[in-house]
């Protein structure tokens, strides 16, 4: 229980005299003399004391840097460092994979490129074979022909030559027909050679 200057400056004659009369005291009620430390006074503001707790406040707080410097600030850089660490491999990593992607993707075009340009290729040769075949084809056709039309006319002129030789002779014997039926009688020779002449 806390007393208040005021009432314990008050109760004090009566308590002395009480006290003096039972001869014994209570803790926590006694007043102090006046020529000692006041009542009021809070002990951490108490002037007296403040060597002592200055002493104390540097060495705890002296431990107190000192246990941050040991123990935490290391775990913290460690930890940063792991973190640092992960975030650069990552960064790597992703470099790599980017790198590795751009190579796929420059390797799919030159691919793509070559496989045109291939493409290209393989139909410009499938159109000149097919060129040279139909050209091989035409040629061979028209050879036929040309054959074929040699062939033709060598019938044809023997065939004319061979009509040509039966006109003469048919000519002869219808012309010695017609003057035998005109005149009566005809002379071979002489038919022959109009004929002849009229070839």
């Known amino acids: 229980m806390f007393v208040t200057p005021a009432y314990a400056e008050e109760a004090a004659p009566a308590a002395a005299g009480d006290h003096a009369a039972q001869g014994e005291t ?9 020529g000692g430390h006041g009542g009021n006074t809070f002990p ?6 403040f060597s002592s707790q200055l002493f104390w406040l540097v060495i705890t707080f002296g431990l107190f840097y000192i246990f941050l410097k ?15 660490n992960r975030i650069a491999q990552d960064l790597d990593q992703a470099a790599k994979l980017k790198s590795e992607a751009d190579a796929a993707v420059a390797a799919y075009e030159q691919e793509l490129a070559e496989a045109k340009a291939n493409a290209n ?3 410009q040769k499938s159109r000149d074979e097919a060129k040279a075949e139909a050209e091989t084809a035409r040629k061979s056709v028209e050879a036929g022909l040309e054959k074929k039309l040699a062939e033709a006319e060598e019938r044809i002129t023997a065939i ?7 006109v003469g002779s048919i000519a002869e014997t219808t012309a010695s027909a ?3 039926s005109l005149v009566g009688k005809a002379d071979k020779a002489e038919v022959a050679a109009a004929v002849k002449a009229a070839r």
């Open 160 to 166: 004319k030559t061979s009509a040509m030789k039966d």
């Open 121 to 123: 290729t393989i139909g």
């Open 178 to 180: 017609i003057l035998e």
């Open 44 to 49: 951490p503001f108490d002037p007296a004391t």
């Open 26 to 34: 209570h803790a926590g009620t006694e007043v102090p003399a006046e």
């Open 70 to 84: 040991k123990v935490v600030m290391p775990r913290l850089g460690g930890i940063l460092e792991v973190r640092s």
